[in-house]
């Protein structure tokens, strides 16, 4: 009897142990692919705004050339 209290409770400790840390693991994950996303949109932004500077700096010189 007692051997499978003992049982059951390791059963029990290792599924609740193994749990908690599977949902350690995934909010890190969560929270590093916010940030990555983040980054990425920032990048982007930044790529955009050289790309429209970079498109006036041309039309101003084609109008220059004439």
Same mark, same amino acid.
Not at 15 to 38: D, H, P, Y
Not at 49 to 65: D, P, Q, S
């Given at each position: 009897?007692?051997?499978?209290?003992?049982?059951?409770?390791? =059963?029990?400790?290792?599924? %609740?142990?193994?749990?908690?840390?599977?949902?350690?693991?995934? +909010?890190?994950?969560?929270?590093? *692919?916010?940030?990555?996303?983040?980054?990425?949109?920032? =990048?982007?932004?930044?790529? %955009?705004?050289?790309?429209?500077?970079?498109?006036?700096?041309? +039309?101003?010189?084609?109008?220059? *050339?004439?």
């Amino acid at each position: 009897m007692i051997f499978l209290a003992v049982a059951a409770g390791s =059963l029990l400790g290792s599924f %609740l142990g193994n749990t908690l840390v599977f949902w350690v693991i995934g +909010a890190m994950a969560k929270r590093q *692919e916010k940030k990555q996303l983040e980054e990425l949109q920032q =990048l982007q932004q930044g790529y %955009l705004e050289m790309v429209e500077r970079e498109k006036k700096r041309m +039309a101003a010189y084609a109008k220059m *050339e004439g």
